[in-house]
């Protein structure tokens, strides 16, 4: 399956963004979902992840309670809600896909990468 991340750009602190994980050619009915980012300089971290039914998610320490992940298995289109950004989550955002139940925390159990998109907090 191929991703295409999009939604980011250059907002200020506190602002909210709404990231889309698209799929092309075919729905995400059958895969887990989950969205990394990768700041300058670091590596790519777990954001926020999404079961193949919708009715388990999980996210970070550093998101929980300002993200949501979201989706319609009928649709080609996973969502992230950022809301109350901050300058530290500056970073490309990149979706991923596993043909699995459980979403994974770990980025090498995902098969499918998107390109990422670029989303930057200004103070």
């Known amino acids: 399956v191929q991703l295409q991340a999009s939604g980011g750009g250059l907002v200020q602190a506190g602002d909210s963004l709404r990231l889309s994980c698209a799929a092309s050619?075919?729905?995400?009915?059958?895969?887990?979902v989950g969205w990394f980012r990768q700041a300058p300089g670091k590596e790519r971290e777990f954001v926020a992840g999404i079961g193949r039914r919708g009715d388990i998610n999980g996210y970070s320490d550093s998101v929980n309670g300002r993200f949501t992940i979201s989706r319609v298995n009928a649709e080609t289109t996973v969502y992230l809600e950022m809301n109350g950004l901050k300058p530290e989550d500056t970073a490309v955002y990149y979706c991923?896909?596993?043909?699995?139940?459980?979403?994974?925390?770990?980025?090498?159990?995902?098969?499918?990468w998107g390109q990422g998109t670029l989303v930057t907090v200004s103070s």
């Open positions: 050619g075919r729905t995400f009915r059958g895969y887990a």
């Open positions: 991923a896909a596993r043909k699995t139940m459980w979403y994974s925390r770990e980025k090498t159990d995902y098969n499918y």
